[in-house]
């Protein structure tokens, strides 16, 4: 009776919303099925009232959907529980992707409120579905008996995947235990929206304005900037400086003005941590808290060993190990980099300490006099929808894959689309850019889903994919014009966006990677970013045509390893911090700035010239950001990403196909495999870290002794192609298919 009962009340709910369709103009886009080009979320169509009955509903019909399969009287098999349990909870699923991007990318007062209610209820209804007794008994008779089940390798992986998923949300637990992990989780979803919540407001609260006088040493590009943001706040002739970094960084850089680089950099590195309503530091406790608790709870003595015992790393020996080969050079490294800005500054400060709002300032002077490259100079060359351009011209020469421009709903006027078309013209799927910082806005960049890739009834369901990100802006007089860090990171978001554009996942279950591998696909395509044959595909004056000409490319190449020492303590600075915190494995209350300082200055021994890239009161990845104890991703994956190039480079083809197919690959597999056996299959070998530290200037070794046939199959490349073109090989591919907008053209 009480499954008749269940089987009824899914029918209703199912019903519900099929009545809901037919009245999609009336009723709630986001519990519907869109009929829209291409499958894109309704953005015309959803409205602030819509979030909160949408997650309701969902919710209701994901409970339903998990008592359909613990009610049956059947015996559990893997049709009936696991890929009944693999197929649940779409709906909720395409309105919490909806509402969880724009609530990064695009939010305002009553979306935050909106967030504040409802995350906790999200919480506790995902532990409502894991903690769900009759439903783990199930996965667990399948578990238990799953070498006699006759499971193909991918049925084996996903059985196995969803019962380690259960294990670790706590399904082992039971009374007060299970109970308690619930309050835990409730209570770190509310701590995790005040902390972002404050993060935005002091992000959006500061802003320097300036006189004309004030603003020395700063390019007429920044100065555009600086003054239209000016005008925009109400302060017309003043110019406007933020916190968000296509404000700061060049301000750092350029600014004469020391006292004043020296205000907005403490104002930076002091956000959250003023002693105001926004301040993050009892909740850096709660999180620390909570998390110590819950490991215990779940039989890890601290949460980074419940975190990475997940990862490929497996062990936080494993990680610390890394970290430490890195740290003592990178410091070596970064204190000689101090001694080279010394005498410039001296100059100018004679007998004052050199600060870390100095570092930015000086390098540049040290990168002007070593290498005769200003980043000025370069800019020119990067305008944003040409930078793009480079990017779909990469990827078609790679994957054959190209992108035309669409016109589909948005959730902002500044977005745009574009569909991604495969080698045979098929459709992939969908992709926003996002470029600019507004005040509803996160800092950093990202790329995410709306849609994710999945199977229905044997078709693919192609995923929408959002790159968002805080570039600069175009001012009245030039295009935007990125730094070399902004461009880098386009190509590092284009990264994730292929990964997830390229998915052909059976199962949804399957679909995310190890944290630790996440980073591979997007930090892989940064080595491509300044290679020549790509600048010369991209970087076109914006004004006169011109391409980016050798010799500058050469100043590029010579400057590759300049500032290393810094970029690289800042960084492993950053996850050592996270992963010192996360290693706590008794809480007592403690001064998260005191414990930082201690960690990284007292014992470690860092330069103090140099602050980590985060600071814990605004170290968003690590709290809030789905990195907590899993900072070190994007170093743990540097050594799978500088292998993997080295692959390309060791062919003397640095678009070789053969190697691109065996890559894509592994893109598609999402997660089908274990990343390590990913990886292995792509590569045919272990991966060495020896490119990596190459990479960084961390070690010294010849480039033909790391890859000995390079050379020689690039020599022999080169006079293959001057025989067939007369002597200049071609930079473009022929077969590069790519359309852009007018602008770009």
Known sequence: MKRIVTIFALFLVMMNLSCQQQNRRTENPLLEKWETPYGVPPFDEIELSHYKPAFETAMA??????????????????????????????????????????SAADTNPEMQQIEAEMMPLLAAHSDRIMLNEKLFARIRTLYDERRNLGLNEKQNRLLEQIYNDFVRSGAMLEGAQRERLMAINEELSTTSVAYGQNILAENNAYVLFLESNQTNGLPSGVRDQAREKA????????????????????????????????????????????GNEYDNKQLINDFVRLRVEKAKLLGYDSYAAYVISNEMAGTTK??????????????ERSKKEVEAMLPLFEQDHAGEKFQPWDWWYYAEKVRKREYALDEEMLRPYFALENVRGGIFFLANRLYGVTFRPISVPVYHEEVSAYEVLDQDQSHLGVLYFDYHPRDGKGQGAWCGNYVEQRYEEGKRIAPVVSIVCNFTRPTASSPALLTVDETE?????????????????????????EGDFVELPSQIMENWAFHPEVLKNYAVHHRTGDIIPQHMIDKLKRSELFNQGFMTTELVAAALSDLDIHSIKNYEPFDPMAFERNALYEQRKMNPEIEPRYHYPYFSHIFDGGYSAGYYFYIWAEVLDKDAFAAFAESGDYFNREIAARFRKLLESGGEKDGMTLYR????????????????????RAVEELQPNAAKLAAEKKAAEEQVTGGEADTKSEAAVIEVDNEWK
């Open 61 to 102: 019909a994901h409970v339903a959907e998990i008592e359909a399969i613990t009610s049956q009287s059947e015996e559990p098999t893997f049709e009936n529980t696991i890929l009944a349990y693999d197929r649940s909870g779409l709906l909720l699923e395409q309105v919490s992707l909806v509402f969880g991007m724009l």
């Open 489 to 513: 990171t386009l190509f590092h978001e284009f990264g994730h966006a292929m990964h997830f554009l390229l998915h052909d996942v059976e199962y949804r279950s399957l679909s995310e990677v």
């Open 231 to 274: 005008a925009e706040l109400g302060k017309e002739g003043k110019f406007a400086f933020t916190l968000h970094k296509p404000s700061l960084i060049p301000f750092l850089t350029y600014s004469t003005e020391r006292a004043l680089r020296e205000e907005i950099y403490k104002a930076y590195l002091n956000r959250c941590n003023n």
């Open 318 to 331: 494993a990680v610390y190990a890394l970290l430490d080969e890195i740290w003592t050079p990178a410091v």
């Open 681 to 700: 299959e792509f590569r045919g070998q272990e991966p060495d870290k020896t490119a990596m530290l190459v990479g960084r200037g961390l070690v010294e």
